[in-house]
């Protein structure tokens, strides 16, 4: 093995290789190098680790070998297409949700122009990214304002951040999840600034835990619906319009993270629980749910509700979509 180590050439003689000059047309002098050395490197560890037949081994080609190995590699596209045979139709490994060809084409054609994303074409001056969308959402939650965030955690962040920060927020116990990616509801919270305040239990919580922790220093009341897990049994919630309520008597904010939710009611189909967004609506002041899950497209977090609030947002120094 030692005698084959030392067989190995130094980089200078290396580069006299005709096959380092073909990489200088695709690269600089200084990345080729690199690799280079990242080749020599990983066949000397090859060697010491008795990992390669040293029969026939030629150390200059062997070297080349895996010099072009490794540039095959980083030459692949980071995202590819794959088959998806599981049987999920939106799946985060997978990039969620396909995109349709007129989609993609709609993409494409703004994409690779100038577009109205901020310019008011009617008014002829300059208008509002929100604008773009936000009439849309109206439409279908039936929201007085509405606006888009990148993701969903994202909505829940942003909204604790901006009116919420420094102040309590009153969560139940049963309701802290953990979403994928080990997202979790109280480590949002902390890193909005915002101050949790847990009520009640794990199975069950009563009106009178949120009218107990209510101080000074509470901001808001945060409804977290569930859609990853059921608690079944012995078990009692406080309903969104007891919460709304509870809300309106002690001038606070009611905000409900509903995950996903949903535009069509499924359960009169007899299918699952999910809530809608508008009968969230209906209480909630603020209500924030996942687009990509909820209409199958590109990941988005969505807010919806009252319009002094979302105004409020929209305001905020944090960067939105």
């Known amino acids: 093995m030692n005698h084959l180590l030392r067989q190995i050439p130094a980089i200078h003689e290396l580069q006299q290789d005709k096959r ?35 029969q026939q081994l030629h150390i200059t080609d062997e070297i080349f070998s895996i010099l072009s190995e490794r540039l095959s590699e980083h030459s692949l596209q980071r995202l590819q297409t ?27 054609d703004v994409a690779i122009n100038y577009s109205n994303l901020e310019y008011d074409l009617q008014k002829g001056k300059r208008g509002s990214r929100h604008d773009v969308i936000e009439g849309v959402l109206k439409a279908v939650t039936g929201a007085e304002a509405a606006m888009v965030v990148n993701n969903n955690a994202a909505a829940v962040y942003f909204i604790l951040k901006s009116l919420a920060k420094d102040r309590e ?20 919270m902390a890193e909005s600034g915002a101050k949790l305040v847990e009520v009640g239990t794990t199975n069950k919580t009563h009106r009178k835990d949120y009218d107990e922790a209510i101080t000074e220093q509470t901001a808001m009341i945060m409804k977290v619906h569930t859609s990853n897990f059921k608690v079944i049994g012995f078990t009692q919630e406080v309903p969104p319009n007891e919460l709304k309520q509870i809300s ?37 002041d603020l209500v924030s749910f996942s687009g990509d899950k909820l209409l199958g497209g590109p990941q988005v977090g969505l807010i919806a509700g009252k319009k002094q609030l979302i105004d409020m947002l929209k305001k905020t120094s944090l960067p939105v979509y």
């Open 20 to 54: 380092f000059s073909q990489l200088l047309e695709g690269m600089s002098k200084q990345r080729a190098t690199e690799c280079l050395q990242e080749a020599v490197a990983e066949l000397r560890d090859q060697l010491v680790n008795s990992q390669i037949d040293d």
């Open 248 to 284: 309106e008597d002690r001038g606070l904010i009611f905000y409900e993270d509903l995950g996903s939710g949903a535009l069509y009611d499924f359960r009169q189909d007899g299918i699952g629980a999910e809530p809608t967004i508008a009968a969230a609506l209906k209480h909630a």
């Open 82 to 108: 794959v088959i998806n045979g599981t049987g999920t139709v939106l799946h985060t490994n997978l990039g969620r949700a396909r995109l349709s060809e007129k989609a993609m084409q709609n993409v494409r």
């Open 169 to 188: 927020v009153i969560v139940s116990r049963g309701e802290l999840v953990e979403i994928g990616g080990s997202f979790r509801v109280s480590s949002i």
